[in-house]
Structure formats: structure tokens, C-alpha cells
């Protein structure tokens, strides 16, 4: 694909086809995803690569501890936990496509609930990425964007080869059983949850495309001649 293609054509999948992914092929993506900006070249990035039996049993755990109240666990999080005004609207806004793509109703409690733990289990999907950082860096104002930075080159370079990916957080919202079935060492924060596979071309959700604001909001120029 050609970059634009990558960019403009990339969407978030939370459907996937069983088929694996062979180990070269996330090498090959996860050497791409490595030529990300990183400030002063510190490169925090860590990944943890898993399939198979090991992601099934943090798909159990993280399923069985939610579903009995065990509260949230997150190591990295920052800012307000909930969003409000111009943000929780986007936020709404996707939500609304993702569940009229589905099907599910307003007061569907049970196919609500089943949407939720589609997020906890990384949405069924052959392959998770744990993204993890060095922890003698916490609380660097630059590791996140660095993360983000290379997390973001991830799921475009997965694009390219014809895999799909989202970025998600249920997938570790328990991270002690992500920690010890992942075998993550203590010297390294657990961020982020990247589900990866093969797009399911029938699953609904799939077909969505989140909305952008435009560069007259997003953008200020100066210096200009207009």
C-alpha cells in the first residue's frame, strides 16, 4: 500500500478470523513499528507477543475477575477517569456506530454486557501485543508520547500487511493475570493492549469509521498569509 492508503484506509477491528499470524510476518511489523519518533532516542518501548493457551487464560482471568467486582488494576493510567463536554461526545458519538453496526439496542443489557467482555477477552483476537515501558522511566512526560508514538506505527504497519488491530485497554485492566501469564518481569509498567489478527469481513463493527474533526478545528496558523 501506498502511505495514504495506509492512513485514510486504516480502521479499528474488533473481529477476527481464527487464523494465526505467523511470527515473521509480527517481527517484520514490529521492526516498522520501531523507526517511531522517540525522544533523545530512549526507545521505553517493550512488547510482549502472545497466542495460544498463555492469551487464553488472560482472556479467563480477565473475564472471571470482572465479572466478580475484583476492581481495576491498571498501572498506567493519568488524567480524569471519565470524560466530559467535546470529548464525551466523540465518545458517544463512536459508540453509537459501533452498536447501531451490531445491532444492540439502548436497553440491551445483556448484549451490552457481551461487548464489554469482547474487551476483556482483546476481542477474540490470535494475537495480543502487550505494550510495556521501562519502569526506572515512570513518570517521564515522554515515554507516553514515545509509547503512543510506536503503538500507533504498529497498528498502521499491521495495516499495511493486510492484518487488523485496535488499541484497547480492558485487555489489561487486571493486570496481575496479564503479568503473570505474559511472564512480564517487574521492571517494566504495563500500558497498553494491542488485539491483532486477521479482519473478519462479516462482523459488523468492522465496517465502522470513526469520525475526525477538521483542521479548521484542530489547526492554528500563524505567520501565514491567510
Not at 445491532?103 to 474487551?119: E, H, K, P, S, Y
Not at 506505527?153 to 487488523?164: C, E, H, I, K, Y
Not at 493492549?193 to 465502522?208: H, K, M, Q, R, Y
Request: glycine share 8%; aromatic share 8%.
Amino acid at each position: 500500500m501506498q502511505y495514504d492508503e495506509v492512513i485514510l484506509g486504516r480502521r479499528s477491528i474488533r473481529g477476527f478470523t481464527p487464523d494465526p499470524v505467523p511470527r515473521e510476518l509480527i517481527e517484520e511489523i514490529l521492526t516498522l513499528a520501531m523507526r517511531a519518533p522517540s525522544s533523545m532516542n530512549t526507545q521505553p518501548w517493550n512488547f510482549h507477543v502472545i497466542t495460544g493457551e498463555p492469551l487464553d487464560r488472560i482472556r479467563a482471568g480477565n473475564t472471571e475477575r470482572n465479572l466478580a467486582g475484583v476492581p481495576h488494576s491498571r498501572e498506567f493510567r493519568t488524567g480524569a477517569e471519565k470524560f466530559t463536554g467535546t470529548h464525551r461526545d466523540r465518545q458517544v458519538r463512536v459508540a453509537k456506530q459501533l452498536f447501531g453496526a451490531m445491532g444492540i439496542a439502548r436497553d440491551d443489557v445483556d448484549m451490552r454486557q457481551d461487548w464489554v467482555l469482547r474487551g476483556f477477552r482483546q476481542f477474540d483476537a490470535p494475537v495480543c501485543v502487550i505494550v510495556t515501558y521501562d519502569r526506572i522511566l515512570d513518570g517521564s512526560d515522554d515515554t507516553p508520547f514515545d509509547c503512543g508514538a510506536v503503538s500507533t506505527a504498529l497498528v498502521n504497519a499491521a495495516w499495511s500487511r493486510g492484518l487488523g488491530a485496535v488499541i484497547n485497554s480492558q485487555g489489561i485492566m487486571q493486570s496481575p493475570v496479564v503479568r503473570e501469564h505474559a511472564s512480564i518481569p517487574d521492571d517494566q509498567v504495563i500500558m497498553k493492549s494491542i488485539a491483532l489478527g486477521w479482519p473478519d469481513e462479516t462482523f459488523p463493527a468492522n465496517t465502522v469509521v470513526s469520525e475526525r474533526k477538521s483542521i479548521a478545528e484542530a489547526a492554528t496558523f500563524v505567520g501565514f498569509d491567510r
